[in-house]
């Protein structure tokens, strides 16, 4: 396990004003995401803090995309390339670690005001590796298209997340009988007095599973401003718009919590691959929740060459959602025929695994290269497509087409 030297964790603070938010003033590059029927160009940015080349989404709130070819040096994503996403604009440029303090209150026994020190020095660490992905993943690829951050692959990573048990911070408070949820809140605020400010909340059981994290870094060190510092909720296995950053507010509610986060955003039709026709309209909905499995090519892209006769060398990443990846196949040919590739370690059934396969191409010309993941729960990516009008949960498996020559 990763130590953690908590003067360092404390000291990397002051991040510089809110200039650091700037446009650049010049594109030096630009990353093609190939999103089907729109504009599919993005700079590339360098100019946000803690982080180097990303792939530039918006910039007020900042959306900082992943590059899909940093998921091709490891499972674990860097911190200065894992991607960045928030709601509202008004997030502080800096944190003062010494008067940060973690509020506990609503139904429970004793209210907490902790401050990071504390948190740091009396609850006992856990680490565990676990992706990071937005619900809107992979949007821009949905067609027809629909509105929200056109996201390519790459508003997912994983980290090892090092932190406490949010179980222990509530045993800490007392959880009164009655408790039905706990709603996190972090130090961002809305842009407009009548925003809703972002807030999400977990059922108390699975607040309090002891899997659900209060981290205080990632990859062995602090978490990078733009992901949270100091502090954020790590829900592994579930999609990351729960996963509360700048976390300061922790409130025991004894009443499902209504407010626009849980109750409108984030809603997925209520079937089991999140699959809607675009002409399908008031079909009953559910909150996200939990991933699905997932797997993509790492080492080449849409349209590279690969040798017709010699064996060629693909590899990639897969994730399993709630368990671990059980195996990754690939298929030449949409799908009629597939193959299995070799995995790489686990470590940790909710991070990123690796696999590859060397192997030859059927035919010269214009190949389809599918990959697919099987979790170890059995459930295995559709062939085809899920839709729904928010972009969420993309689930189907993801193919690029190569030319054999
Ligand atoms: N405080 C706060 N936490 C937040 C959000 C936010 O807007 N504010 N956005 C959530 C969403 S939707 C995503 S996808 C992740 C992004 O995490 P990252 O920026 O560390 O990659 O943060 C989550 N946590
Ligand atoms: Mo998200």
Redesign the pocket.
Known sequence: MTRIDRRRVLQASALGGMAAFATPALAQKLADLGLPGGPSSREITTAFPQKGAMILQRTRPPLLETPMDVFDTGVFTPNDR???????AVIPPSVDVDSFRLKVHGAVDRRLSIPLANLLRDLPRVEIAAV?Q??GNSRGFFEPRVPGGEWGHG?M?NAKWMGVRLRDVLDKAGVKAGAVQVRFS?M?EPVVPTGPD?KKSLSIDHARDGEVMIAFAMNGEALPL???FPLRLVVPGWF??Y????LSDIEVLTQPDDNFWMVKAYKLPANHWANVSPTDKDFPTVPISTMVPRAWITNLVDGDAVAATDPNYIRGIAMGGTRGVAKVDISPDHGRHWYPTQLGAEEGKYGFRRWEITARVPHAGRIPLSVRCTNASGETQPLAQNWNPGGYRRAGVETITVVAA
Do not use: E, P, Q
Not at 82 to 88: A, D, K, L, S
Not at 243 to 246: I, N, T
């Open positions: 894992f991607y960045v996403r928030w709601h509202w990071n937005c619900s508003a990573g972090g961002d972002f733009l992901n949270g990351s718009t996963w509360v950053k700048m």
